[in-house]
């Protein structure tokens, strides 16, 4: 069974930091694009990080460049999500996921930025 499970998330003040982890099963990441979308309140779904599967290489979407870091563990078959310097506006449900749209998408871990 092919599935994608995520934690990590929780209450941060702004300023903090907080790591998402998303364990795959019944497929190898690695042969996949990876990414890590997010869904805000009353708003849709949208792309946030990726690793290409064609050539590993990480992109980030501009409002979170330099604050975000994405990295995969081969051997964990696990993906990573290093959040610092969190903001307000990155409040959302985040999902990992192997397309940008976030159709194949796990059930979503909860990150709340607030003081």
């Known amino acids: 069974e092919v599935q994608l499970v995520e934690s990590g998330g929780g209450l941060v003040q702004p300023g903090g930091s907080l790591r998402l982890s998303c364990v795959a099963s019944?497929?190898?990441?690695?042969?996949?694009?990876n990414n890590w979308v997010r869904q805000a309140p009353g708003k849709g779904l949208e792309w946030v990080a990726g690793?290409?599967?064609?050539?590993?290489?990480?992109s980030y979407r501009v409002s979170v460049k330099g604050r975000f870091t994405i990295s995969r563990d081969n051997a964990k078959n696990t993906l990573y999500l290093q959040m610092n310097n969190l903001k307000t506006e990155d409040t959302a449900v985040y999902y990992c996921?192997?397309?940008?749209?976030?159709?194949?998408r796990g059930q979503g871990t909860q990150v709340t930025v607030s003081s």
């Open positions: 019944g497929f190898t990441l690695e042969k996949y694009d």
């Open positions: 690793i290409s599967w064609t050539d590993g290489r990480p």
């Open positions: 996921a192997t397309d940008p749209a976030g159709v194949n």
